[in-house]
């Protein structure tokens, strides 16, 4: 009861204080159309290879020119832990969710192709296999306004608590 008594007092609190933060306004409106732009309007389905050296990425490259299969090539070759007993699959993603390189290259690379080039990150050298393309699956902002008024309702109360206790010295 002291729980939900505190919770009830916290939301009225909150409330009072800043409404605009609850979710339902202009500011929870802007967060999803920013997420939506930093995801991008397309998905890719990639595999990679990534190497130590530029020099082992392009016999990489030469390989599958040579018609070598990229799944074997990934499970013989990848230094990637996470992706290399799976064929270098990396599943759908945006390209905001990789480092600028790898997303930028990936973005420009067609379906069903191989980057022509190595693409160097801070991890090593990749060799990025585009395996499909299809339109972003953004969710609608009705269905995630729940969880986006829960963040935006913490975030404003962790800034509260932390500037009142600025203010007394704490």
């Known amino acids: 009861m002291d ?26 409106q802007e967060r999803i159309r920013k997420i939506k732009t930093q995801i991008g309007d397309k998905e890719y389905k990639v ?7 530029e020099d082992e990425a392009k016999d990489v490259i030469a390989e599958l020119q040579k018609g070598a299969k990229f799944d074997d090539l990934a499970k013989a070759r990848s230094k990637d832990p996470g992706s290399s007993d799976r ?16 997303g930028e290259a990936m973005a420009k690379t ?7 080039q190595p693409v160097q990150t801070q991890f090593g050298w990749h060799v990025i296999l585009v395996d499909d393309v299809r339109d972003a699956k953004v ?3 009705d269905e995630v306004k729940p969880q986006l ?22």
Do not use: C, M
């Open 87 to 102: 064929g270098g699959d990396l599943d759908w993603n945006a390209p905001a969710s990789f480092v600028k390189p790898f």
């Open 110 to 116: 067609p379906k069903g192709k191989f980057t022509p």
């Open 139 to 141: 969710p609608a902002y």
């Open 47 to 53: 595999r990679h290879i990534l190497v130590e050296k």
């Open 149 to 170: 008024q829960q963040r935006l309702q913490a975030q404003w109360l962790d800034k509260y608590f932390k500037d009142l206790r600025a203010k007394n010295g704490v």
């Open 3 to 28: 729980l939900a008594g505190q919770t009830v007092l916290v939301r009225a609190l909150r409330r009072r204080l800043d409404p605009e933060e609850s979710g339902s306004g202009v500011r929870a």
